[in-house]
């Protein structure tokens, strides 16, 4: 079992930013990704940007140049920081964690994320 929690939601104004954590506990394995993941009303749930154990990121086209994911492997947290926001970025924002030993996906309750124009 992992638990994630996530804070750092909000209501921005267009151009401004925020930064969302999530912090894993329970089973945590040494080899895992944790990412950030949002979903739009009426829309799938997308990809953000992920980070495995070892610091490779990867994000969506939507979120280079303007977020930042990073990780405190010490306290198992995952952040994004995100500047620049635009009203499209809108959502309720999901961390997730994989563990790639047995390829599970755990995921946060989600947090709102508020881009007024």
């Known amino acids: 079992q992992v638990q994630l929690v996530e804070s750092g939601g909000g209501l921005v104004q267009a151009g401004g930013s925020l930064r969302l954590s999530c912090a894993a506990s329970g089973s945590i394995g040494s080899i895992n990704a944790m990412g950030w993941y949002r979903q739009a009303p009426g829309k799938q749930r997308e990809l953000v940007a992920t980070?495995?154990?070892?610091?490779?990121?990867h994000y969506a086209d939507s979120a280079k140049g303007r977020f930042t994911i990073s990780r405190d492997n010490a306290k198992n947290t995952v952040f994004l920081q995100m500047y620049t926001l635009k009203p499209e970025d809108t959502a309720v924002y999901y961390c997730?964690?994989?563990?790639?030993?047995?390829?599970?996906?755990?995921w946060g309750q989600g947090t709102q994320v508020t881009v007024s124009s």
């Open positions: 980070i495995t154990s070892t610091y490779i990121t």
């Open positions: 997730n964690y994989l563990d790639y030993s047995d390829g599970y996906n755990w």
